[in-house]
């Protein structure tokens, strides 16, 4: 068992990676009732082409990963949320671009639902009439987000800006691609990406680490897993410019939603120089656009934007991009005004106060998630996936400087690179 302490945060991380690949992270926190836990594997809805070494490339239906986890929830026996729920346990799954994670949270019986965690994610089970079902709920689930402003305005800035990386492809498929989908192809998507060499097991809250790293080793010990090869994940070649610089989509709103995006070259860098530029980038988004920036008062006032304006930053080794926006009376006049109030400041630069002011909000933050089970689980695993230690963001943001901060300022705003996406009513396009 590996300790790793993290004495600037007052932490202690218990690790070890398991015979058969599982790596298997506990975080006990003294003094907490509550424990979560997370059973993760690096796959989700961009992974719809790759290959096993040793084996054929493959070629999956948009929508798999999303549809998997629907079905690893149907067991043979009976309703797994009912296992949970006489335990005093709440269970849930999640899939994202990148990964598929499966959780419980509960205040007693932790390691008997850490048990059933394990188990039910271990023991898919797929067959013809079952896989039919589900195509008809989750064909429905992709009917219902049609009809959603906020979902499509999202998506719609996505589709916008990317043409050929699979990021553009919404999380859930179409209707025509969960067509596809088969028991068969379900298994072969299951067992080489949910084999414990892809995956990782988080557990933290008021827990013993020994008691759960034994438990785990015992259950995966009296367990089969073949090994298997690396997996390599093709994706195609995405050019620079934007796929479509504006997207109006009309559906009945009673106020229009606009969100420009800022498509970047995607990052020639991993692990912490990727959280680095993650980092830089996110402060100097706060600094223009949070709640207390002078970009934001000049919209308000001038009613342009409510307070559901907002931004955020994603970036991995394929793709990196901005967005932002919000509920507007005028998106037009909406993306002019960000454009002039961008550009005035870039002849200045941003100032020590303002830069100060965010970084300590940010470390602020950070420290205060410190007391979230849930959000330190997620948070871990989705940092680890991209080979970033969740816990290198205190230092990193106590390191930056204004300059670097500037720098990003002046890199990211290319406005060739810039794309809308406009949802409004049909009456007002």
């Not at 005028?330 to 002039?340: K, Q, S, T, Y």
């Not at 991209?386 to 230092?395: E, H, N, S």
Request: hydrophobic fraction near 35%; aromatic fraction near 12%; glycine fraction near 6%.
């Amino acid at each position: 068992m590996q300790v790793i302490p993290y004495p600037h945060l007052g932490e202690t991380i218990y690790h070890e990676k398991l015979d058969n690949g599982l790596h298997v992270f506990v975080l006990p926190k003294e003094g907490f009732q509550k424990t979560y836990a997370t059973f993760t594997t690096q796959y989700g809805s961009i992974d719809n082409y790759f290959q096993v070494k040793g084996k054929d490339a493959v070629r999956v239906p948009d929508g798999i990963a999303h549809f998997l986890e629907h079905k690893m929830f149907e067991e043979p026996e009976g309703d797994i949320f009912a296992t949970f729920a006489s335990n005093g346990a709440s269970a849930n799954a999640f899939t994202s671009f990148d990964r598929t994670a499966y959780l419980f949270s509960s205040t007693n019986h932790y390691l008997d639902n850490l048990t059933t965690l394990i188990n039910f994610v271990q023991n898919p089970y797929f067959t013809d009439e079952n896989v039919e079902k589900e195509k008809g709920i989750i064909g429905q689930e992709i009917k219902m987000y049609e009809d959603n402003a906020d979902w499509r305005s999202y998506y719609g800035l996505i589709e916008s800006l990317y043409a050929k990386h699979p990021i553009h492809i919404d999380i859930a498929g179409t209707v025509a691609s969960i067509a596809e989908i088969t028991k068969e192809t379900l298994y072969e998507c299951y067992h080489t990406f949910y084999h414990p060499s892809n995956m990782s097991l988080f557990v933290v809250g008021g827990v013993d680490a020994e008691e759960v790293l034994s438990l785990v080793k015992a259950n995966q010990a009296a367990k089969s897993f073949a090994p298997q090869g690396s997996i390599e994940r093709f994706f195609p070649d995405e050019p620079l410019e934007v796929n479509e610089a504006r997207r109006v989509i009309n559906l009945p709103v009673s106020m229009p939603k606009c969100l420009i995006g800022f498509k970047e070259e995607a990052p020639n860098v991993s692990g912490k120089d990727l959280l680095v530029k993650e980092l830089t980038t996110k402060l100097m988004l706060d600094i223009l656009f949070s709640s207390s920036s002078s970009i934001y008062e000049a919209l308000y006032d001038e009613q342009l934007i409510s307070d559901n304006f907002g931004h955020e930053y994603n970036c991995s080794e394929g793709y990196a991009f901005s967005m932002l926006g919000g509920d507007t009376k005028d998106p037009n006049r909406l993306v002019d005004r960000i454009r002039e109030e961008v550009e005035k400041r870039k002849d200045i630069g941003l100032d020590e106060v303002t830069f100060e002011r965010s970084r300590k909000k940010k470390i602020g933050n950070f420290l205060r998630m410190m007391n979230s089970p849930e959000s330190i689980a997620n948070e871990f695993t989705k940092y680890r996936f991209k080979g970033i230690d969740l816990f290198d963001i205190l230092p990193v943001y106590e390191q930056l400087t204004l300059e670097d901060v500037n720098r990003r300022f002046r890199e990211h705003f290319n406005w060739n690179q810039l794309a809308v996406s406009i949802v409004q009513s049909r009456e007002l396009s």
